[in-house]
Antibody, heavy 120, light 110 residues
């Protein structure tokens, strides 16, 4: 079945970078984009950006431009999300999710989430 | 890009119907029939409940239905059950390969 498995929890200091991986299986990796979504404690879901697994094109929400890098490795069917210059308000659970498997504009399924804690 | 507006909480008794609204603008919800809805239980991954505004993925109960009028999309849960208690989020395509989520609604089954 279609599945996304993310890397484990991270603890980082302010100003550092974090790189989260998302291993995909059960479908043709290059056919669907991957989006990244985060949820800070007590807050709602926030769309961060997406990457085409076909050609590597990316699009980020304006608030993350300049700090967010998304990449894919087609040889290992893995997507990566790197967030730089971390601040305390970047503490959140980060999810990867596949785009448009079920329908246009849909995100399904989702990875299990990766907790990133930013604290001095 | 501003988050779509949802009520913070909605509640209902078992068996009742509830509706969650999701208000955007004519640049997102109003322009595209690409609103999706997600059920999120704390500590778990979100689950797709409705896509393309009105379509239900296979395996999702037909008690869940979606609709849209103007700049507002809605999710209706009929025959409310205890297991429906969760947070619900709408999401809309906003053009130029951008997406925006709603503020989220906590559904409580009384």
């Amino acid at each position: 079945q279609v599945q996304l498995v993310q890397s484990g929890a991270e603890v980082k200091k302010p100003g550092a970078s974090v790189k989260v991986s998302c291993k995909a299986s059960g479908y043709t990796f290059s056919r669907h984009g991957i989006s990244w979504v985060r949820q800070a404690p007590g807050q709602g879901l926030e769309w961060m950006g997406w990457i085409s697994a076909y050609n590597g094109d990316t699009k980020s929400a304006q608030k993350f431009q300049g700090r967010l890098t998304m990449t894919t490795d087609t040889s290992t069917t893995t997507a990566y999300m790197e967030l730089r210059s971390l601040r305390s308000d970047d503490t959140a659970v980060y999810y990867c999710t596949i785009m448009a498997v079920t329908g246009v504009g849909s995100f399904d399924p989702w990875g299990q989430g990766t907790l990133v804690s930013v604290s001095s | 890009q501003s988050a779509l507006t949802q009520p913070a909480s909605v509640s209902g008794s078992p068996g009742q119907s509830i509706t969650i609204s999701c208000t955007g603008t004519r640049s997102d919800v109003g322009r595209y029939n690409l609103v999706s809805w997600y059920q999120h239980h704390p500590g778990k991954a979100p689950k797709l409940m409705i896509y393309e505004g009105i379509k239900r993925p296979s395996g999702v109960s037909n008690r869940f239905s979606g609709s849209k009028s103007g700049n507002t999309a809605s999710l209706t849960i009929s025959g409310l059950q205890a297991e429906d208690e969760a947070d619900y989020y709408c999401c809309s395509f906003a053009g130029n390969m951008l997406y925006v989520f709603g503020t989220g609604t906590k559904v409580t089954v009384l």
